[in-house]
């Protein structure tokens, strides 16, 4: 009998995990992959080794990506800080909300893009957490533009609902149909904006291709104008193209991946230097595509960088 009672006990505890669907269990993978710094520099790297005309070719962008908890909404609101061609480093061009929630009806992951009401959420940049006090009130969206994100073995594909997206540009009608690919290292996505006639209006072939970013914290030194030694430390630098200039554009820093398309070259990241403001680097060194330490001794400066946990 006290068998018999343990084994219940124990059937009992299991219930809440047992009862989870797995797109519920998927969710959490997706907040985790999804949260973080994006950056397209390799692939804006690629199509100017290309030699792609500017028609075909994509724009700079980095994001930054940080979910937030709000008790009035299920699931997590994503606070998403957007930079332009000159990415963490440059200016920010705005800032967007976006509610992501369990759907277990569709068995996906519901994907709402949020507009403000008064104004726009520019307020929320370096402020991520402020979006736990947004209300049913402060927000609009169109429910026909939902993405609708679930899991295909080693990563997560968004779509929207086939011709439901209807919108305007210069005052015509206009569908849109929305794509994303998430997996751990990439995130590609996709907006085509077509004409009731189903010509495209806007949109490349090639959707847009991000990739994490891993920070870096960079120490040592450089000469000054009068030849005296200035130390550094602590210098945060991603490795997605992120440029620091250092001692008033004595010594600039660079990390990348280059990540090749074609030809017989291996991956590797890069530590680029630049000295007194130049635009050509004076120093490359490189090491295995994710090494956790890089570095270059040079006469006139040394760099070592370790990646951030």
């Known amino acids: 009998m006290r068998n018999i009672f343990v084994i219940l006990m124990f059937s009992l505890l299991a219930l809440p995990v047992s009862a989870q669907t797995e797109v519920e269990r998927d969710f959490d993978t997706f907040v985790r992959w999804f949260s973080g710094h994006w950056d397209n520099e390799i692939q804006i790297f690629n199509e100017d ?39 963490l480093q440059g200016e920010l061009n705005y800032v967007s909300v976006h509610h992501f929630f369990v759907d277990i009806e569709r068995q996906a992951i519901t994907h709402e893009l949020w507009f403000k009401n008064d104004g726009d959420w520019s307020y929320l940049a370096g402020n991520a957490l402020a979006a736990a006090d947004i209300g049913p009130e402060d927000y609009r969206f169109n429910p026909q ?26 005052g015509k009608e206009t569908t849109v149909d929305a794509t994303g690919i998430l997996s751990p290292p990439d995130l590609w996505r996709s907006d085509l904006v077509y004409d009731m006639e189903g010509n495209r209006i806007r949109g490349l072939d090639i959707p847009e291709r991000f990739r994490k970013a ?45 990540i090749w398309t074609s030809g017989f070259f291996n991956n590797a990241l890069a530590l680029q230097a630049y000295q007194n403001g130049n635009s050509k680097p004076t120093v490359n060194g490189h090491a295995a595509l994710n090494a956790k330490f890089i570095g270059l001794d040079h006469p006139e400066f040394v760099v070592n960088c370790e990646r951030s946990r």
């Open 49 to 87: 080794i290309q030699g792609l005309p500017d028609e075909m070719r994509h724009k700079r962008i980095h994001m930054e990506y940080e979910a937030v908890e709000n008790d009035n909404f299920p699931g997590v609101l994503f606070v998403i800080e957007n930079y332009g061609k000159d990415g």
């Open 214 to 258: 891993r920070f870096y914290s960079c120490y040592g030194r450089h000469q000054d104008e009068n030849d005296g030694w200035v130390n550094f430390r602590d210098v945060k630098v991603h490795n997605q193209g992120d440029f620091v200039w250092l001692g008033d554009n004595a010594l600039g820093i660079q990390l990348r991946q280059i």
């Open 145 to 170: 533009c939902t993405m609708y994100w679930k899991r295909e073995g080693s990563q997560f594909k968004g779509k929207t609902d086939p011709d439901a997206c209807v919108g305007g540009v210069d």
